[in-house]
Structures are given as structure tokens and as C-alpha cells.
């Protein structure tokens, strides 16, 4: 655990076990909603995970077993002005630009509601598995908003414009089942194995090499944004980055000894 961050984080439970950062919504009254100090807590321990060489990946929840973030505290997000919803939608955005970007993965475990902020967060992990009962949604228009987390970036990117437009338009919910079926989440399981799962699936990523893993993600994350021609000039070159490290050296004489390799991340 961090014992020294602990009592700066109102809003977030933060523990490390096994080279794996566990970071956990806490506010299950209000279903994990998002309000400012939440957002705080969340960068505060994205940027330690980031900045932490013992941790390697990051396991994404919500407390208690019926949501994992229910979106934005309405209550708050009722007073905001104009210039101060542009704030926090900017602000928001930076936050899971970082998760989305942070290096290392990151596997959301939505253990129950998705919806608004809670479905954008999930977006942004790199991988997303959901319990059986968990739901997803954009309901931003339901309220005379759009999505300002991302949702309207993220959501086609993943899904297509089509299934994205109508989940966002419509502002209803979408089951784990259908959420699966479009492509919004990578597995549905029981709600009692989510995070066995979770971890299951972030310890076969870890048994990898550690740039390899970071260089393939930046690969991914900036090849979407670019031309297919600029990203595979980013592909090449990471390549090549990755040739020169210990741990290609390390990789291939493993393979051909037919021994397991020991990556150091170097």
C-alpha cells in the first residue's frame, strides 16, 4: 500500500501487490460518481503508477457491486457555468488522456453501471472486462449535455460512428452482453470472477517484455490518430527502438535456447 499518499485521497482506494496497481472508485452512496476531488485522486494515483518502475499494470474498479462510476455528480455539475463546464470537461479529458496513455496497461473491471464520465473512463483502459450485470451508457443528452470525458472521440473509435451515435444520441443504457457484441468490451463473466479475471488477463500481458509492451501501446494509441502511412512509420521506428533493448536480446536467445525469457525492461 501508500501509506504516504493514502491521506491525501478522499475519493480513491490505492494499493500495489505483485507489480500491479489496484485503484478502486470509492464513493459507492452516490455509485462512484465523479466530482473534482474524484478526478484529483484519480491523477494522483495514475501519476504515481505511471512514475512507479515496480508497478506494470493497473486493475480499474468501482466499490461495492452496483457500479462502477455512475457518471458525473449531477449535483455539482448543476452549478457550473459555461467557461467552468469547458474547465472541467478539459480537465477530465487530461486525467483519462493519461490512464489512456500512461505506458503500462491498464484493465478496467466494470463491476456494474458505466454511464456518462464512468463509460469514458472505462473507454480509456486499454482493455475492458464487465460483470454479467453491468450496463453502459452516454445519457449526457437526457440532461441538455453532450459527453465532455471523451465519449464522443473514444465511443466511434471503438464501436463504429453508428452504434456510437446511437448509444449517444438515445442516451440509454446498453447491457454487458450487447456491449460485447459491438465490441465496447473485450470479455463478460461473473460478477465473482472480475477481478481474477482482470488480474489473469493483465499477468499473461506482464509475462511479456515491459518496452515491448509500452512501445506497442504507442504504437496503437498514436497510429489512430495519424494516417495509416505515418503510423506505420511510428511502427517501424518503435521496431527499431525495441531491437536495440536487452530484452529483444534477451527474447530471442530464450526462444531459440527454448527457455523462458527474464525481461528487465531494458
Known sequence: MMDSLTPMLENVLYGKKNAIAYV??????VLNALNQRT??????????????????GVILTGAGDKAFIA???????????????????????AVLDLIENLGKPVIAAVNGFALGGGCETAMACTIRVASEHAKFGQPEVKLGLIPGGGGTQRLPRLVGKGHALQLILSGGMMSAQEAYRIGLVNEVVPAGALIARAEAILNEILANAPLAIKFSLEAANKGLETSQAEGLALEASLFGLC??????????QAFLQKRAPQFHGQ
Open 24 to 29: 478502486t472508485l470509492n464513493r459507492p452512496k
Open 39 to 56: 478526478w484529483q485522486d484519480l491523477r494522483t494515483v495514475f501519476e504515481d503508477a505511471r512514475d512507479d518502475a515496480s508497478v506494470r
Open 71 to 93: 457518471g458525473a455528480d449531477i449535483s455539482e455539475l448543476a452549478r457550473v457555468t459555461a467557461v467552468e463546464a469547458q474547465t472541467l470537461s478539459s480537465s477530465g479529458q
Open 243 to 252: 531491437a536495440g533493448t536487452d530484452d529483444k536480446r534477451e527474447g530471442t
